[in-house]
């Protein structure tokens, strides 16, 4: 077989087969076939695309290519949910103790943020002590022991797929459904769940810009997750503002305990419980609207605050930070960032709001670099909202580069006399 024929059979949008598929994940991930054959083809399914069938192949071969875990002896409440990424996104530290206190067994593989996106990894790390990285033996034991585990990937959950993702990276080949879907769905088929949620984010915050495109994807990672016999759904979300109030890694966990109180951001929390409801819904085999107030009931009882506090103490975290946040170490500067005239705030542009945050230290510009956990920003009003001149929009958390910052956010932010007509919309599938 060579991949010269495998090329130019995908150049003329013609179906791979399965060996075809194989060889080029094997070879692509232990080097035998090169860099400027992977990209080549990269850039075919690009344009040609893939049918489900071979979606369903790359992310079997991707999800063989490392390690996998077994919670089969956990039995089928097993579930994990995946956001595809987006900017005050604090639903994880919610929605999986809202699950676990329904009787889920809540096992989450989580990443780190990259870019002006956060990773629930980086913000539960500025938890003093809690440990992001538990052994398989360790992780399935926590979740058969008190229901509930978040962790960090292992460094071989489908090596294949870090080969081919550093390629797409600085191919111009990342918008691909197909390979999309199929990175994502490696890793949780990789993780082991009977039960998979996907919130799939759209708008100006998300990788993917419009509501169609994330349907389409959501369909696709479904498809894939069937395939192999999991329960698959997912939440097509909007994300042209930030979903928390807070973006930045202690100050999301600090909005996320309000929310545990009763306060927090309203999209936030609708989020949180959607996701749970779903997750347990999935799991239970129950229908998803009577499986919503049950998880809104856990929230507000407190059974899923103490889920996340002994989920914190499993991990070797300091659960005075939960009890009292006001522990946070405070970042060195404030700034607030003022309205300039009185309106509406009309549009806001997400992904510059994260980049702001991550120019204050909140997240990462390379791999390497290590966040500030007290940087972020903190909004006081929304998309939306009615302001006058001088309040105060938003304060910015930080050490360094506050004019950059500032900068960036008064082109992301809006206002006009005009109201916008804007609802937080998802839609289940």
């Avoid at 690009?46 to 192949?57: C, P, Q, S, V």
């Avoid at 100050?251 to 309000?258: D, F, G, K, P, S």
Wanted: glycine letters at 10%; proline letters at 3%; a neutral charge.
């Amino acid at each position: 077989m060579r991949m010269y024929d495998i090329i130019e059979k995908k150049k003329r949008g013609a179906e791979l087969s399965e060996a075809e598929i194989r060889f080029f994940v094997r070879g692509a991930a232990d080097g035998t076939i090169p860099e400027y054959q992977t990209t080549a083809l990269l850039m075919a399914i690009y344009f040609k695309d893939m049918t489900d069938a071979e979606t369903y192949i790359l992310t079997r071969e991707m999800t063989a290519s490392g390690d996998t875990a077994d919670l089969s002896a956990l039995g089928d409440m097993t579930a994990d949910k995946h956001s595809t990424g987006g900017v005050g996104d604090t639903a994880t530290l919610i929605a999986v103790p809202i699950a676990a206190a329904l009787g889920v067994k809540a096992a989450k593989l989580s990443g780190r943020g990259l870019g002006f996106t956060g990773g629930t990894i980086d913000k539960l790390e500025s938890i003093p002590g809690f440990n992001t990285a538990l052994t398989a033996a360790e992780f399935t034991a926590q979740v058969r022991r008190i229901g509930i585990a978040v962790s960090g990937q292992t460094g071989n959950i489908a090596p294949a797929d870090k080969k081919l993702y550093a390629l797409r990276d600085v191919t111009a080949t990342v918008d691909s459904v197909p390979l999309i879907a199929s990175s994502i769905m490696s890793k949780k088929l990789a993780s082991g769940c009977k039960n998979i949620v996907l919130d799939v984010k759209y708008g100006s915050g998300a990788f993917m810009k419009t509501f169609d495109a994330a349907k389409a994807l959501a369909e696709k990672m479904i498809a894939i997750g069937k395939s192999a016999g999991r329960n698959t759904a997912a939440v097509v979300s909007e994300m042209d503002t930030p979903l928390g109030d807070a973006v930045g890694n202690s100050l999301e966990v600090r909005e996320a305990i309000r929310v545990f109180n009763g306060g927090g951001s309203r999209t936030l929390r609708e989020m949180s419980v959607v996701t749970a409801a779903l997750m347990y819904a999935l799991a239970a085999g129950k229908d998803f609207e009577e499986c919503r107030p049950l998880a809104e009931a856990a929230l507000n009882d407190g059974r899923a605050f103490e889920k996340l506090r002994e989920m914190i103490a499993a991990q070797s975290g300091d659960v005075s930070y939960i009890d009292r946040p006001e522990k946070f170490p405070t970042a060195k500067t404030v700034i607030e960032y003022k309205a300039e005239k009185s309106g509406y705030i009309f549009s806001t542009d997400c992904e510059k709001i994260g980049t702001a945050a991550m120019l204050l230290g909140a997240g990462r510009a390379a791999a390497g670099d290590k966040p500030d956990m007290s940087a972020g920003i903190v909004f006081n009003k929304k998309l939306g909202d009615t302001v006058e001149k001088g309040d105060v929009i938003a304060r910015l958390y930080t050490g360094r580069n506050y004019d950059e910052a500032l900068s960036m956010l008064d082109s992301a932010v809006k206002i006009s006399g005009e109201k916008p007509n804007y609802k937080f919309s998802y839609v289940i599938i």
